[in-house]
């Protein structure tokens, strides 16, 4: 049976020695699909729902204003006489009641001091009142799926690091949570992918450990560079040389929903540091006992001397405590007995 062969979804062709890198580090896709018929590849409410925040309400405002506006033009299309009762002098002028009569409509405020005049000026209320109810439940329904919908905040250190590890190299990089929800049964793919004659490769990596079933604190992974990894005897110059990339997938569950959450990140060889090794990131033990880690230090490095550093800060982290962590009062240090 031939084995499958190992494609992440990019294709294998390259596109040049300029090529963007596949993923980017907040997660995002650089390769595009064209071609589409723009009406069936539109997907309005997916994008509201994907957008950062500052771009929705950006939309929002915008959108808001605009339909304001036109309501507005079409009053003052209609005459001077299709609003009545309350002076244009006080209100910027006819342009300016006409607006903000729009705005009390679409808003269903009414104040009462402008009023319609004529059947006309009534069947374009009518159709803003209309359209006012629509837009504020589909843009309540949009803004309530945005918070409901889980995502991860997961962050990655800044450099990936290649350093010493048990008698051998590894590549490493460090994650943390950066919400304060809990994530649970998390889960690491690490996918190694380069140029290698005319085509680009991919490979999945072998970690030290693939899943942890809880995140509170930091989670160090590493790749062991051993004779079988596929960047055995690279160095960083071969890095840039085949254009690598390391592509980064952690699923979990986020315990408040109840739900599968995803997030994506990858380093380039820039990015990626060699002869490094991450700085401690647990502060001492306090009084009460309590870990703590600093989220302030999850990409600092300091340079590693070969055979100095035998563990990572994840799975052996007990050496980082010692002399840490006070002893309790009226507490014997074995069994904890007063």
Not at 245 to 255: Q, R
């Amino acid at each position: 049976m031939n084995d499958e062969p190992k494609d992440l979804g990019f294709g294998s062709v390259i596109g040049g020695v300029n090529e963007q890198r596949l993923l980017n580090r907040d997660g995002t896709f650089n390769p595009r699909r064209r071609g589409l018929p723009f009406l069936s590849s539109l997907s309005l409410y997916h994008y509201m729902l994907t957008i950062s925040w500052p771009r929705f309400f950006g939309y929002v405002i915008v959108g808001y204003i605009a339909a304001n506006l036109l309501f507005a033009a079409m009053y003052l299309s209609l005459g001077a006489d299709a609003l009545v009762a309350a002076s244009p002098v006080a209100m910027g002028g006819t342009f300016g009641r006409a607006f903000f009569f729009s705005v009390e409509t679409l808003a269903t405020i009414g104040y009462g001091n402008v009023t319609p005049n004529g059947v006309a000026s009534h069947l374009v209320m009518t159709v803003e009142s209309l359209v006012g109810l629509l837009m504020f439940a589909l843009g309540t329904g949009i803004l309530f799926a945005r918070f409901s919908r889980p995502t991860a905040a997961v962050m990655f250190s800044a450099r990936a690091v290649v350093a010493p590890y048990r008698g051998v190299t590894a590549f490493m990089f460090r994650t943390a949570n950066g919400r304060s929800n809990q994530l649970v049964e998390l889960e690491a793919k690490v996918l190694f992918s380069r140029i290698e004659g005319a085509v680009r490769k991919y490979d999945q990596l072998n970690l030290e450990r693939t899943r942890v079933v809880f995140f509170p604190l930091s989670w160090t992974i590493v790749h062991p560079i051993d004779e079988k990894s596929p960047m055995y005897a690279l160095t960083a110059e071969d890095f840039a040389e085949k254009d690598a990339e390391i592509m980064i997938l952690i699923t979990g569950t986020d315990e408040t929903f109840s739900q599968t959450v995803h997030a994506r990140s990858s380093y380039k060889p820039d990015e990626i540091v060699f002869g490094h090794r991450f700085l401690d990131i647990y502060d001492p033990i306090d009084e009460s006992g309590i870990v703590s880690i600093d989220v302030r230090k999850l990409s600092d490095t300091e340079p590693a001397e070969a055979g100095e550093w035998q563990h990572t800060s994840t799975w052996h982290h007990t050496g980082h405590f010692a002399g840490f962590a006070p002893t309790r009062r009226g507490t014997n240090s074995r069994d904890g007995a007063k």
